[in-house]
Nanobody
Framework: VQLQASGGGLVQPGGSLRLSCVAS????????MGWFRQAPGKEREFVAG????????QYSDSVKGRFTASRDNDKNTVYLQMNNLKLEDTAIYYC?????????????WGQGTQVTVSS
């Protein structure tokens, strides 16, 4: 399975972006999916995880209430809607196949997409 994240960009604080992660060579509906991010000089961290049907979702405390994960299995795509973005959300965002919606055991990392929040 190959994953490709997209939708990043430059946005002002308080703005919104929607990230997408498209799978090829496999069926995303077979997997739980996770979103992760890595800021400069920091370790990669879990952002959100979504169960294979989309019914169970977990967020990190830093994004809870601002970010929404979803998926469209018919389109083989998972999404991350990011609202009220903050400077500290600046990072490269990655999607990955995970063992469960808590984001454990990530594998098959997609190519990341840069999100920059700046005034």
């Amino acid at each position: 399975v190959q994953l490709q994240a997209s939708g990043g960009g430059l946005v002002q604080p308080g703005g919104s972006l929607r990230l997408s992660c498209v799978a090829s060579g496999g069926t995303l509906s077979d997997y739980c999916m996770g979103w992760f991010r890595q800021a400069p000089g920091k370790e990669r961290e879990f952002v959100a995880g979504i169960g294979w049907r989309g019914g169970r979702i977990q967020y990190s405390d830093s994004v809870k209430g601002r970010f929404t994960a979803s998926r469209d299995n018919d389109k083989n795509t998972v999404y991350l809607q990011m609202n009220n973005l903050k400077l500290e959300d600046t990072a490269i965002y990655y999607c990955a196949i995970v063992s469960d919606y808590s984001g454990s055991n990530p594998s098959y990392w997609g190519q990341g997409t840069q999100v920059t929040v700046s005034s």
